[in-house]
């Protein structure tokens, strides 16, 4: 079973070697990225392609509409160690457009589970009601409740009191919104980042 993915690693693993023959024995022997990455688990959207690093350079946090919501043991568990102890010195949100956990949160469709977990976005909705339902078109609608959902989750890793105590420490730290376009292949960088403890407070 699934011999095609099996081949593809070996196949994948001789042309890293052949490209740089010291890459597994440097991978092996420390893991030291600057950057944690928290998107979405949608299959389109490879989290160290779209930025071109290698293995190693990017911690990755992934989940459905690319929440950080503070009851997430396992979101908060990558969080502080990625703070606590890699020290990676940017945080990215990374949400995209035509998300379909974001058409799901607001589309009225019962599907389970999932809709608990989706239920932060929904307060974005709601929150943003009268500028969402001012939009006529629903593509447009539901890329812009993807950006807002980016916004609110930089939000909530700002607020967190790993990173804020990270800031009062003087640890170097920025948190960032941006999302991707399966369109073009291009991240939008929304201009919200927080880089320290006065910023998260105004915020």
């Known amino acids: 079973m699934l011999r095609h993915l099996k081949a593809n690693n070996r196949a994948w693993a001789q042309r890293m070697v052949e490209q740089d023959p010291d890459f597994f024995r440097r991978l092996e022997r420390q893991q030291a990225p600057e950057y944690l ?6 299959s389109r959207v490879p989290a160290n392609e ?5 293995p190693g350079e ?5 989940n459905v509409a690319n929440l950080a919501p503070p009851q997430d043991a396992n979101y908060l568990s990558v969080l502080q160690f990625a703070v606590d102890v890699l020290k990676v010195k940017h945080i990215m949100v990374v949400g995209h457009y035509g998300c379909g956990g974001v058409r799901a949160a607001v589309d009225g469709i019962r599907r389970g589970l999932v809709d608990h977990w989706l239920h932060p976005i929904r307060e974005v909705w709601h929150d943003h009601h009268a500028e969402l339902t001012a939009i006529a078109d629903e593509r ?17 890793v700002a607020s967190d009191i790993f990173v804020q105590e990270a800031w009062a420490r003087g640890q170097p730290l920025w948190v960032h919104g941006w999302v991707y376009s399966l369109a073009t292949g291009l991240v939008n960088d929304l201009g919200v980042t927080v880089g320290g403890l006065d910023q998260a407070l105004s915020a």
Not at 37 to 42: F, V
Not at 58 to 62: I, T
């Open 140 to 156: 447009a609608r539901l890329d812009r409740l993807c950006e807002l959902n980016v916004i609110r989750q930089v939000r909530n």
């Open 50 to 54: 779209i930025v071109d690093l290698d």
């Open 37 to 42: 990455w928290i998107g979405c688990s949608d």
């Open 58 to 62: 990017l911690f990755v946090h992934r």
